[in-house]
Nanobody
């Protein structure tokens, strides 16, 4: 199993970045995919997620600015980040998760190594 993030970097406030996550080694279309972030001294938090059916949800702090999208043909999930703010600075992680809907047991929970996003002038 591999989950690999790319696209992080340094950007000025108000700018945009697009993160990409490439996955392999599991049935991508059956997994929920999410982007999480962790800033220094803070807990990891959900940024955005998309279910296997394509539904999406976002953390309150990024609603209206970030967009998550998945491509089941390419086994990728992207995060378009617009109007970036200094408080968006964090390591961003890609997650693949699948839970058995009947037993509620995990059928896989995979994380990437993370990509640094720094928003600063």
């Amino acid at each position: 199993v591999q989950v690999v993030e790319s696209g992080g970097g340094l950007v000025q406030p108000g700018g945009s970045l697009r993160l990409s996550c490439a996955a392999s080694g599991f049935t991508f279309s059956k997994f929920a995919m999410g982007w999480y972030r962790q800033a220094p001294g803070k807990q990891r938090e959900l940024v955005a997620a998309t279910t296997s059916g394509g539904s999406t949800n976002y953390g309150d702090s990024v609603k209206g600015r970030f967009t998550i999208s998945r491509d089941n043909a390419k086994n990728t999930v992207d995060l378009q980040m617009n109007n970036l703010k200094p408080e968006d600075t964090a390591v961003y992680y890609c997650n693949a998760d699948r839970v058995n809907p009947i037993t509620a047991t995990s059928m896989g929970d995979y994380w990437g190594q993370g990509t640094q996003v720094t928003v600063s002038s």
